[in-house]
């Protein structure tokens, strides 16, 4: 039950990810609410229910529903905190990509504090001079 529940879930997330980019929105979101469902139920707090979370905030920011946009993010950052303990090039990543979100939605202070945090990992884990931290810093 679990393995077909998971693996049905994960189908719903690409169908969402394809209907995305092809700008159908309200089917996407759609699609990404039922692996939402079913991945909640079959992971509970998990990166993959997290990594739901973050494109369905994206879709609520395409089609100006900020506040749940917000309620998403928030729950995904709370997620991939919780589990990505640690200087860690994915936490990094998903940081970055969450600070951006929040940043398109006018959400200055959370954007800063996920960019800070991305930075100090980032600066941990490949020093000054890096790429990564010159990225973090310019969206700072």
Not at 39 to 68: C, P, Q, W
Not at 122 to 129: E, F, L, V
Request: aromatic residues 8%; negative net charge; contains cysteine.
């Amino acid at each position: 039950m679990y393995f077909r529940d998971n693996h049905i879930a994960s189908i719903h997330f690409e169908i969402g990810r394809v209907l995305s980019e092809l700008g159908d929105l309200e089917a996407a979101l759609h699609q990404f609410q039922i692996c939402l469902l079913k991945r909640r139920k079959v992971l509970g707090l998990h990166v993959d229910v997290a990594n739901v979370l973050l494109e369905m905030s994206s879709i609520f920011t395409k089609v100006d529903d900020f506040e749940s946009a917000e309620r998403c993010l928030e729950e995904s950052d709370s997620i991939w905190k919780s589990k990505l303990v640690g200087n860690n090039e994915k936490l990094t990543s998903v940081l970055l990509v969450s600070g951006k979100r929040w940043k398109t939605m006018q959400c200055y202070q959370e954007a800063e504090a996920n960019f800070e945090q991305a930075l100090e990992v980032a600066i941990t884990m490949h020093g000054q001079k890096h790429e990564l931290v010159a990225e973090i810093l310019l969206d700072l």
